[in-house]
């Protein structure tokens, strides 16, 4: 084992790129010769380095590079590697004790957690809160949850989306490869409805919402039967599947036809929730009020934490010992959460998320006037993506140009990570952390990148 004196991370890391190897290097080469021999192949990599330190919106790697941090560890650590209040309050915490099960012996930072949730969620009228250790076992409780009140088994889930990689997760998420190949088969009851995907309407945006509503309203009513319906789950702007934003309307026409129908309404909010795009929940944009809504990923700064927040007389529809799991809500999580909750309050980290979408967007519109190759520019606050198409003008997804532009964002110091159902999607997900200079250097990064293959292609 190495790493006797290893730089420590959070915000007092130096906040500057630096390029000192090739990507990876030669320290990151040697560890990914032995990652090959010790874990199995199915787990990927988007970039390659092992990392040494974070902050700030930066991640320093074990050859000393130190990379513009666009990913965020996939939309989990929102207020900052290592952040002061999270790192304090989950290291009080590991000396205090590390685990009691909650269903063994209680402790107030769990109900702290939970208190926070129920406060700030925007599910109407009295809520419940259960913790978690996972985005997936997050989604698993609001169906349990969700069947159990409604006695229905149905679940009504959306193209492009993604739910998690367990068995009944994997058949709500829409992308076969690589998620779903070979897996089968897969949990029974599960129904697919178009998601109102503006850019790839097949009549275009502007009857998008509508015709979208109207092709859920005909699944539920003549294909499924929606009294066989327990939920509709859907991700208030999909996340792996490209943050693709649903077209404006679209999520309170779901609202109202679930309500129409006795049907409920979870939204999963893994990865748009918890101040990623400038508000604490994505669903609030749209100003809809689901039944039972899910977090993970940024609730608790990196260390393993998920929830479901959802009306209390339903939340209460499972007897005692229907819910729970060792780990669940594990104390340091807890903290680390509460951590979180102060970050946000103490730093303004709402209005930093919007601050950083303006920027964002307004580079990135601007790149997309100058380039044909990017057909559409989305998302909101810190949650921003460019989806890649052939420069043809019939929106031909161009996922060999994602991957590459990428790779060249990687080799320059600058991690962002790719997405979309066809892998065409570049996605943005900053930590709002990140300083302007470091957020303007990285874009400037990706516009070179993006002119540099631009310009080998042709
Ligand atoms: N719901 C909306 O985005 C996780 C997946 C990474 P877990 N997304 C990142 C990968 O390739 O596995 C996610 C999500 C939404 C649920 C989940 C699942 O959350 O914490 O990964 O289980």
Known sequence: MSGVSRPAGGP??????????EIPGPRSRELLARQRKLVPAGLGAVLPVFVEAAGGGVIVD????????FGSGIAVTTVGNS?????????????????????????????????KLNELAPVPGEKRTILVNSGAEAVENAVKIARAATGRPGVVVFDHAFH????????????????????GPFAPEVHRAPMA????????????????????????????????????????IQGEGGFV?????????????????????????????IARTGRMFACEHEGIQPDLITTAKGLAGGLPLGAVTGRAELMDAVPAGGLGGTFSGNPVACEAALGVFEEIEAHGLLERARQIGDTMLEHLGGLADAYAAIGDVRGRGAMIAIELVEPTGDR???????????????????LVLTAGSYGNVLRFLPPLSISDALLEEGLTILGEALAKELASAV
């Open 12 to 21: 007092d890391l130096a906040q500057v790129r630096r390029v000192v190897s």
């Open 62 to 69: 074990a050859d000393g590079n130190s990379f513009i941090d």
């Open 83 to 115: 952040a002061p209040a999270v790192a304090e309050r989950a290291a009080a915490q590991l000396r205090r004790f590390t685990h009691t099960c909650f269903l063994v012996n209680p402790y107030e930072s769990y109900l702290d957690v939970c208190e």
């Open 164 to 183: 998690g990689r367990t068995l009944l997760t994997m058949s709500l998420t829409a992308k076969n490869k690589p998620y779903k190949q070979g897996f």
């Open 197 to 236: 995907y503006p850019y790839r309407w097949p009549t275009g945006p502007v009857r998008c919402a509508e015709e979208a509503a109207h092709a859920l309203a005909d699944l539920l009513d003549r294909q499924v039967g929606a009294e066989n319906v327990a939920a509709v789950l859907v991700e208030p």
């Open 245 to 273: 934003v649903p077209a404006p309307g679209f999520l309170s026409s779901v609202a109202h036809i679930c309500r129409a129908r006795g049907i409920l309404l979870i939204v999963d909010e893994i990865q748009a929730g």
């Open 396 to 414: 031909v997804p161009a996922p060999g140009l994602a991957a590459r532009v990428a790779r060249r964002c990687h080799a320059d110091g600058l």
